[in-house]
């Protein structure tokens, strides 16, 4: 059965430190591969996402994530956080053939100032 | 394009009441989905419609809960009977409906049940 995992269900930085949040997925096939944010209050907001071809993604505010075949991994990077970034951060899969998404459980990201 | 909208985005009820959550997808997306965010369960899968069919329904509760969509501008998710434990926010998301199609969430709505 699919599913998505993220380890750490909170995580702590200081303003300017650099951040990785991690992802894996459990399937026998690549899916689609997503990070959502979510702000106080706010429903979820695309942060990227991975299709095919190159494994480092860009997305917006200085997110990337880059996949791993061989992990089964797509974890979220950024190389200096602002306090704005605090809010929850959800990994997401989803299959060719069937919209739904499969969500990981999401990491709640506070930059201390 | 406003994106997808909810309404009430809060709503409080009294136990054994009912409550209808109303969803507008972005225009010209194919797909509907509901979610129920609550802070031990986190984000579950309800339903989810494609050109307002049902095509899974396997996160809704059997008994209370109910989705429709009887047109393409709208969805409705209603809870007969609500319970304290129906308590969360609701979320409504849309897509094109493609394979790796992104969804789009709308603000949800909050649900109080006393």
């Known amino acids: 059965a699919q599913s998505v995992t993220q380890p750490d269900a909170r995580v702590t930085v200081s303003e300017g430190a650099s951040l990785q949040l991690r992802c894996k997925y459990s399937s026998s096939v690549t899916p689609y591969l997503f990070w959502y944010v979510q702000y106080p209050r706010q429903g979820l907001q695309l942060l990227l996402k991975y299709y095919s071809g190159d494994p480092v993604v860009q997305g917006v505010n200085g997110f990337e994530a880059e996949f791993s075949k061989s992990n089964s991994s797509f974890h979220l990077r950024k190389a200096s956080v602002h306090w704005s970034d605090s809010a929850v951060y959800f990994c997401?899969?989803?299959?060719?053939?069937?919209?739904?998404?499969?969500f990981g459980k999401g990491t709640s990201l506070t930059v201390i100032p | 394009n406003a994106g997808v909208i909810q309404t009430p985005r809060h709503k409080v009820t009294g136990k054994g009441q009912e409550a209808t959550l109303w969803c507008e997808p972005i225009?010209?997306?194919?797909?509907v989905f509901w979610y129920r965010q609550t802070i031990v369960q986190g984000l579950e899968f309800l339903t989810y419609?494609?050109?307002?069919?049902?095509?899974?329904d396997s996160g809704m509760p059997k008994e209370r809960f109910s989705a429709q969509m009887p047109n393409q501008s709208h969805s409705t998710l209603k809870i007969q009977s609500t319970q304290p434990q129906d308590s969360a926010v609701y979320l409504c998301?849309?897509?094109?409906?493609?394979?790796?199609?992104?969804?789009?969430f709308g603000p949800g709505t909050r649900l109080t049940v006393l």
């Open positions: 225009s010209g997306h194919s797909a």
């Open positions: 998301a849309s897509s094109l409906g493609t394979g790796g199609a992104e969804q789009f």
């Open positions: 997401a899969v989803s299959y060719t053939g069937y919209q739904n998404f499969y």
């Open positions: 419609f494609r050109n307002q069919a049902p095509i899974d």
